[in-house]
């Protein structure tokens, strides 16, 4: 039988784990202090020190950045930086659209003060796939299309997972 050992961390030894797991990272002291004092990450109290289970904070945000247990490690962007990353991309969205996939609820971010965080594993194939269905599948005023155009979002949204197989071929062969 496998034991499975509890990896304890104080808040400054869990933001220098996070840093060697993804070096660009957003994550920082102020923002888990602020993920605790809202209660979204699990912690106990020892004296004056707050203590993470980091396994438990992992799956913490993985649940707030809405992935799934698939991600190892969540790599987490402000959202210009995300933009950035993705401007090379075969996704190529640019930081309003971002804004907008935030505002309207249809992208899973962190928000700690005027800052939005959001993980970079929102734009792979299988996270994109779930995001894009949830834009086609809303119903609301500035959404609202006739089934003409929509017939013509799904067949780009088909063709973007075409372009990106390929262009994953490509470089493959590259290689």
Known sequence: MSRKLVQLKTIPQTVLKC???DPDTEINYSMLYSLVREGKLSYEKH???VILDYSAFLS???DLLGLDRTVKFPKIRTIGKCAGALRGSAVGVCDKVIR???KEGLLPSIRIGNRHYVALQSFDDYHYEKFIFRFLNLKGDRFQAGDDAMA???NIADGLGS???KHRQMARLKM
């Open 47 to 49: 004296g004056a020190r």
């Open 19 to 21: 840093r060697e797991m």
């Open 60 to 62: 913490d945000l993985l």
């Open 163 to 165: 372009i990106r197989r």
């Open 152 to 154: 013509q979002i799904r």
């Open 100 to 102: 907008r996939f935030v």
